[in-house]
């Protein structure tokens, strides 16, 4: 402390900028959350009534087998130490064997990630360009007729179970009407014909410019991702309205009005910019959620993402690809939060 | 109405009088009062309408079934809608599908009563421990909340589910392990407004322990934000449950749990659309009649609003 210090005058500075402690804050914050999913996943790992060496030797392996296993998986070292390895596996992106198809769960992983991300990324997509305008209108005219549709629109998003409505869907834009392709990524007769760069089916057809490979794979991918897109669109859509209702209330609004500024300048150039940063959270946050919300409905369409892939692994009782398809999405869950965090912290200059 | 209990009062007028004279009855006023403004909110009033119907045919439920619910009956399979006997039809196993609904309601209010009991208990405990010790514990406990909190829902669920097998007792305690986190904050920030409050001074003055202040100050003004929050959980509870269901990872057949026979249906969507789909009917409508619930509760309820 300054000894100096008698009228309070002068301060001591802080051995550090505050943004530095800030930010080592934050890091040690992510640290302990990640350490703490991990530790769960392990839990979770043991916890669970099929036994790991009896699942790789079989059941008529020989007692010394038994053990010889027993040891190469470590059990016999006590659970920190345990942990410890767990940690340093994923740590290298290695989340074992499946026990299903012999192959390394990350390889796995790797292979069918692409797909959930292509539909997710379509379905946020969808929900931002049609609920952040359906937001701003129900705000701009609230009470009106058209803010009823978006509170009913909103509401019954949040109450229709997603695989249910998506079988809907399927029957009556498939079944009945045959306006989309059926459930899978393509028609078997489309498949494998664009080499696969991203493993996204649209973004390689384009590259490989292969249109009607293109225009299959979106037929298939429309219905699936229309769904996601209604579920963040119920999310994104009241968020904007009680965001915009807060902005419009605002003193600077009013001012502005009686300046003469038009009702639409109004709006957009002055409301609506004040909101964007809390958009940018609220558009990360419903795409984190659409990665869960994808579980569901990559089952109804057969869709081979990371959801169907921990569902398959799960019913079969392969641990390893249900612990690192959880670790997975849970890593990117946890991720795109801190990426929200931190974008509403760059673009709201209150926080500078 | 007539039956008043002091010579020139009504009841209502008795509840609604600005000088109780007692605690029961200023709790009794405030509570009508609660519920005059609640019953205002048309949306609600639908809402708790479904749930009350709900509530009565899950205990009626055999005498409200027309059939035995478990009944196989192969040469009456897939009867559609309005067949003869079997209003809603039968499913793949000549089962009557209005009387698989009927007593699925149970299970789905069974699920329902568990969950809503042990996540806001569980969040509660947390919580106001936490804020009301502070320091280190607050801390521990918090971040303990984050790491749930930063958990995907069902993802959660369905790893739990894994470890513990498929069963509806596991998959409430699955669905309880992800929905505590957000009671447990609300608790918190509750306890931390109410725990500088000058009469929580004057009662530690008085010698109470952390336990009583607790237990006898704190909970009972947690309560009430606490129901908003559960009630509008409640649709999110009963989807995640469903969810389960469908997977085959919540109740096993032959349950006729909604979810599960949804599932069952899937199979047959096509040319026997109804078997999927009159459930999924019951489990929107009983999730959308929570939400209106829960968005009136709000309004009465919220402590922004003066509710309190």
Redesign the interface.
């Known amino acids: 402390m300054a000894v100096t210090d008698t009228n309070g005058e002068r301060r001591r500075r802080a051995p550090f900028p505050r943004w530095i402690k800030g930010t080592v804050l934050t890091l040690g914050s992510i640290a302990v959350t990640m350490l703490g999913l991990l530790f769960i996943t392990f839990i979770i790992g043991r916890v669970m009534p099929i036994d790991p060496v009896l699942a790789i030797v079989g059941e008529r392996a020989s007692q010394s087998t038994y053990d010889a296993v027993y040891e190469q998986l470590g059990l016999d070292k006590p659970l920190i130490v345990q942990f410890l390895y767990y940690l340093w596996d994923v740590v290298r992106g290695d989340f074992g064997m499946s026990l299903l198809n012999a192959r390394p769960v990350s390889e796995d992983i790797a292979r069918v990630f692409p797909a959930t991300m292509e539909l997710a990324t379509l379905g946020v997509f969808i929900g931002i360009v049609l609920g952040v305008p359906l937001g701003v209108i129900a705000a701009v005219n609230r009470g009106s007729w058209i803010d009823q549709i978006a509170r009913v629109v909103a509401l019954v998003g949040y109450s229709m179970p997603i695989f249910w409505l998506g079988l809907m869907g399927l029957l009556v834009f498939y079944g009945i009407l045959g306006w989309v392709g059926g459930p899978g990524r393509l028609d078997i007769f489309y498949q494998d014909i664009v080499p696969s760069r991203t493993g996204m089916i649209l973004v390689d057809s384009a590259i490989a410019g292969d249109w009607s490979v293109f225009w299959n794979g979106f037929s298939h991918i429309v219905l699936p991702a229309s769904l996601l897109g209604y579920y963040s669109l119920a999310y994104i859509s009241r968020m904007t309205r009680s965001f915009m209702l807060e902005q419009l209330s605002a003193e600077y609004v009013t001012t502005a009005r009686v300046k003469g500024m038009s009702e639409r300048a109004v709006i957009w150039g002055h409301a609506f910019k004040n909101i964007r940063v809390q958009l940018i959270t609220v558009i990360a946050l419903s795409y984190a959620n659409l990665l869960e919300g994808s579980v569901l409905t990559e089952i109804i369409f057969s869709w081979p993402g990371i959801g169907s892939y921990i569902t398959t692994a799960l019913l079969s009782a392969d641990m390893n690809a249900v612990l690192g398809g959880t670790v997975v999405v849970g890593l990117i869950f946890i991720c795109l939060n801190i990426l929200s965090d931190l974008l509403y912290r760059i673009f709201d200059p209150r926080s500078k | 109405m007539s039956d008043a209990t002091a010579p020139d009062l009504t009841w209502r007028e008795w509840l609604l009088t600005d000088a109780p004279t007692s605690r029961r009855h200023a709790r009794l006023a405030n509570f009508y009062q609660g519920w005059l403004s609640l019953r205002a909110n048309s949306m609600a009033m639908f809402g708790l309408g479904i749930l009350v119907a709900l509530l009565l045919v899950a205990m009626l439920a055999p005498f409200l079934s027309p059939y035995d619910p478990y009944v196989q009956s192969l040469g009456n399979r897939l009867q559609p809608i309005g067949a003869e006997g079997h209003l809603l039809g039968t499913d793949s196993l000549g089962r009557d599908i209005l009387s698989r609904l009927i007593y699925g309601s149970r299970i789905t209010l069974y699920i329902v009563a568990l969950v809503a009991l042990i996540a806001p208990v569980a969040g509660l405990l947390v919580g106001t421990v936490a804020g009301y010790v502070g320091g280190w514990t607050d801390t521990v406990l918090m971040?303990?909340t984050?790491?749930f909190l930063?958990?995907?829902?069902?993802?959660?669920a369905?790893?739990?589910?894994?470890?513990?097998?498929a069963g509806i007792e596991n998959a409430v305690l699955a669905i309880s392990l992800t929905a505590w986190p957000p009671y447990a904050r609300i608790a918190r920030a509750e306890t931390l407004t109410i725990r500088s409050a000058d009469y929580i001074s004057a009662i530690r003055l008085q010698g109470a322990g952390a336990l009583r202040i607790i237990t006898k100050h704190i909970w009972p003004l947690c309560i009430s934000s606490l129901i908003v929050r559960v009630t509008l959980d409640m649709?999110g509870i009963i989807?995640a449950a469903?969810?389960l269901g469908?997977?085959?990872?919540g109740a096993q057949p032959p349950s006729p749990e909604w979810?599960a026979m949804?599932s069952e249906g899937?199979r047959f969507?096509?040319d026997h659309?109804w078997v999927?789909?009159v459930p999924?009917l019951a489990?929107?409508t009983v999730?959308?009649a929570?939400?209106?619930l829960g968005d009136g509760l709000r309004d009465v309820l919220d402590p922004k609003d003066g509710g309190e």
């Open positions: 971040r303990i984050d790491i930063a958990f995907p829902r069902l993802v959660l369905l790893a739990f589910v894994a470890a513990l097998g649709a989807l469903a969810g469908f997977l085959g990872l979810g949804i899937r969507i096509l659309w999927a789909t999924g489990i929107f999730s959308l929570f939400n209106l």
